[in-house]
């Protein structure tokens, strides 16, 4: 081991410092920090780009493909467990899977030289993806807290936050720091929704593209642009639109019940097709079930044939409607190919939240029937430590983890885990990410954990995260870094 505090090559123990200060040598590999306050994983990777992790387990639901040489384990498979894991030993050679086999029988084949890890029955997930974060007002919360917790009042305190702070250094720094966060905990991909009035589309995405460019190969960015629809039937509706195609961004916005919202939606479906854009909606963040404008889009879709991506996000008053409302609404939702977009922890955190009176409803769409009507739902982070929601670290684990026990997706387990891998990835563009196939680039999660029960139990600080075959730095950014940005908690 170096002398404390120099910088060594990743080695026999994966210590940490924070990622932003990684090095990366003339032949791709990357240098981590061996210093009194790195973090501690629970297993160590060799440095040679070729090794085996042995006696590892991993979902079924995150294979890319069936592997018929690597069954189910029957004991855990059974009832009362219900967990399909498969047993299986996988290859990684410059950076790729190259073999998924069952366990003790891959390493035989190859020299004695070539290094085996021990998962010792661990879990093997392939990195997250997050779908829907808004990380121009991450890390806010110390400047701008919520003063009683309500929707109203954060849409009050962020514009007032926006008008006052909101410069290319004050978005770069907390936009920035978010990624480390995201990266850290093993996000491979992210899209961040961007608020877009006026100047403020200019400042975002200048911001967006530099962080684009400094984490190309870390990190697939993606970003959207968020008004209300209200804002594409004027000139400057208009130019936002050729903004965020000239960016390479995704069309958004906000959808409220309104006299105008079919005119709304029918410009914004025009303004995508001329400009070839995949579109994201924020709908129906609400609890009143009239509110139903996740309907008029998926209508929409249908009437003007639409052959981009439709997301829309929330849908919260599904959750109150009657059966036969909500089942009209997925009928549509269905037919238009439209995918949905879960947010548990804002949702639960804002909704139904009144003065000393303990909420009633838990104001996260429908989960289990869009799964029994064969709609993709995805489950993604939302706000991070702003006034729309107080906590968070932009941790696919954690969102998971809390939708679980939130949504009640654990009795079985099943197939959720695609809902912050595959189904965010392929929802996104991005059919090589958030699962585990031959040819894929090695980027992993290791988990400690043997089955969903163990991962669920405790927050997996030892993790380990393979990018591109290594292992990478998982130290958290300090917050004191942006103490003098937004004051000191």
């Given at each position: 081991m170096a002398p404390m505090g120099q910088f060594v090559t990743i080695a026999a123990h994966p210590t940490r410092r924070r990622s932003s200060e990684i090095k990366i040598a003339d032949n791709g590999t990357q240098d981590f920090y061996d210093g009194p306050d790195a973090a501690v994983a629970f297993i160590s990777l060799p440095q040679t780009p070729h090794f085996w992790l042995v006696n590892g387990r991993i979902p079924q639901s995150l294979l890319a493909t069936p592997v018929a040489h690597?069954?189910?384990?029957?004991?855990?498979?059974?009832f009362p467990f219900a967990e399909n894991l498969v047993a299986a030993d996988v290859e990684i050679r410059d950076g790729?899977?190259?073999?998924?086999?069952?366990?003790?029988?891959?390493?035989k084949t190859v020299p004695e030289t070539v290094p085996q890890v021990d998962m010792q029955q661990g879990l093997i997930w392939p990195c997250f993806v997050d779908i829907h974060t808004h990380l121009d007002k991450g890390q806010s919360w110390n400047r701008v807290p919520n003063p009683d917790g309500t929707f109203a009042s954060a849409l009050d305190v962020v514009q007032g936050d926006a008008e006052k702070y909101w410069d290319r250094e004050d978005l770069y720094r907390r936009m920035d720091f978010s990624l480390h966060c995201s990266y850290a905990h093993g996000t491979q991909a992210l899209r961040t929704h961007f608020d877009a009035f006026g100047s403020m589309a200019a400042t975002a995405l200048e911001v967006i593209h530099t962080l684009r460019q400094e984490w190309s190969g870390r990190l697939n960015l993606q970003a959207a642009s968020l008004v209300s629809l209200d804002y594409y039937l004027t000139p400057a509706g208009t130019a936002l639109a050729d903004q965020v195609a000239a960016a390479g961004a995704i069309l958004g916005g906000v959808a409220y019940t309104n006299p105008d919202l079919i005119a709304q939606v029918d410009r914004v479906f025009a303004l995508a097709a001329e400009r070839g854009l995949d579109l994201d909606f924020h709908v129906d963040e609400s609890l009143n079930p009239e509110d139903q404008c996740l309907r008029a889009v998926a209508q929409a879709k249908l009437r003007h044939g639409f052959a981009?991506?439709?997301?829309?996000?929330?849908c919260c008053s599904l959750s109150v409607?009657?059966?036969?409302v909500m089942g009209e609404t997925l009928k549509w939702v269905r037919e238009a190919q439209?995918?949905?977009?879960?947010?548990p922890l804002c949702n639960l955190y804002l909704q139904d939240r009144q003065p000393n009176r303990m909420p009633r409803y838990r104001g996260v769409t429908v989960l289990h029937e869009l799964k029994q009507w064969g709609i993709p739902v995805a489950i993604a982070s939302d706000n991070?430590?702003?006034p729309f929601y107080a906590y968070g670290d932009?941790?696919?684990?954690?969102?998971?983890?809390?939708?679980?026990?939130?949504?009640?997706?654990?009795?079985?387990i099943a197939d959720w885990a695609r809902t912050v891998t595959s189904t965010p990835a392929d929802l996104m563009g991005l059919p090589q990410a958030g699962r585990i196939g031959l040819g894929q680039s090695a980027d992993l999660v290791l988990f400690k954990a043997r089955t969903f029960n163990e991962l669920l139990s405790r927050p997996q600080a030892d993790r380990v995260v393979i990018r591109q075959g290594r292992s990478i730095d998982t130290t958290l950014p300090d917050y004191r870094e942006l103490d003098d940005l937004v004051g000191i908690a």
């Open positions: 690597c069954p189910v384990i029957p004991e855990l498979a059974a790729y899977i190259t073999a998924i086999a069952p366990p003790q029988t891959g390493p981009g991506r439709v997301v829309c996000d929330h409607q009657s059966p036969e439209i995918g949905i977009i879960s947010l991070c430590r702003d932009l941790d696919g684990l954690e969102v998971f983890t809390q939708a679980t026990r939130i949504g009640q997706l654990d009795r079985p």
